[in-house]
């Protein structure tokens, strides 16, 4: 019985057609194949047609040598040197040195620089350089004092608020216009001749200075940031010291090379105005007398002070900025 049952064959029933299978996909069926690409049917142009990158010769690249990588061009100043500023006036003096044993010079106009610092070793000497120096630094730097505070403080008043700009900018924009030495005598009038006088004439000139450089550099801060402050609810006062005093820092210190410069310069006028003591006073008194090298030592000592102020106070800026990246290294 088994093996009768071996013998037969189950014959399954064949499937129905399925009628919505789709047919078979033949490489003959294919109508909108793309022909394939034989070396044959490539069509090559010539190299003349081509432009550009295109156009790179088809035979090997034996022997071509790949050009050489350009160094960059170095277009700043440079790094600095240590006290590489001294170059200048010490050129200046060697060449004043050389027309004067050249004889370029006449003694009785222009002293020589031997002449000169003889006549200072005896005003030393005498002790009238030292003091007449001390007298003319107290002046400076009462008038530079008096004169920052009063030109950040308007340059604040008027770089914060709308009120305070429209009550302050115009007088200042008017006296920038109105040199200080032009109201001498209008000072003289009202403060005389003592040191009241010379100690505004000063402040005048430096506070002008510094409210127009702070005033330029609070009035340039990005709104962005005064934005971001009022978000993050900050107070008056951590707004001026985070955003305002960096702001304003640059053109603070702009302002006050500025000012210590024009610190100098009234100083010098002011000692000649019915004076009694200080460098310029030194310096008219050696005049009437027609003394060329006591003339020349009270300039030399003006240009060291203000050479040396200027130093100072670049020293500072750069310690103060140190986080600006410029060309002044």
Do not use: C
């Amino acid at each position: 019985m088994s093996e009768a049952l071996t013998g037969l064959r189950v014959q399954a029933p064949a499937p129905e057609p399925v009628t919505d299978r789709p047919e078979s996909v033949t490489p003959e069926s294919v109508t909108d194949r793309p022909e394939a690409v034989t070396p044959e049917s490539v069509k090559t142009e010539p190299a003349s047609d081509r432009t550009g990158a295109e156009a790179e010769p088809s035979g090997p690249a034996v022997g071509r040598r790949r050009p050489a990588a350009r160094k960059a061009r170095r277009l700043g100043p440079g790094r600095g040197v240590p006290f590489g500023r001294l170059l200048g006036p010490a050129l200046l003096v060697a060449v004043w040195w050389a027309a004067s044993a050249a004889g370029f010079l006449d003694p009785r106009i222009l002293s020589g620089p031997g002449t000169v610092i003889a006549t200072a070793g005896d005003l030393v000497a005498d002790g009238r350089l030292q003091g007449n120096v001390l007298i003319s630094l107290q002046r400076a730097g009462l008038g530079l004092l008096f004169g920052v505070l009063t030109g950040v403080a308007a340059a604040v008043l008027a770089g914060l608020s709308r009120t305070g700009e429209y009550l302050v900018d115009g007088p200042l924009q008017i006296k920038r216009a109105i040199p200080s030495l032009a109201m001498l005598p209008l000072l003289i009038l009202w403060l005389g001749i003592g040191e009241q006088m010379k100690v505004t004439v000063i402040a005048l000139g430096v506070a002008v200075n510094m409210y127009i450089n702070t005033y330029a550099s609070l009035t340039s801060i990005d709104n962005r940031h005064v934005e971001l402050a009022e978000v993050l609810g900050l107070s008056r006062w951590r707004f001026l010291r985070k955003v305002v005093l960096p702001g304003s820092l640059p053109g603070f210190f702009v302002g006050l090379r500025l000012g210590v410069t024009s610190a100098w310069l009234g100083l010098i006028v002011v000692e000649q105005i019915n004076a009694t003591s200080g460098i310029g006073y030194m310096m008219f008194q050696a005049q009437q007398y027609a003394q060329s090298d006591v003339i020349i030592v009270g300039l030399v000592a003006y240009g060291i002070f203000g050479f040396s102020s200027d130093a100072l106070v670049r020293a500072i800026e750069r310690r103060a900025l140190s986080w600006r990246r410029t060309l002044a290294g």
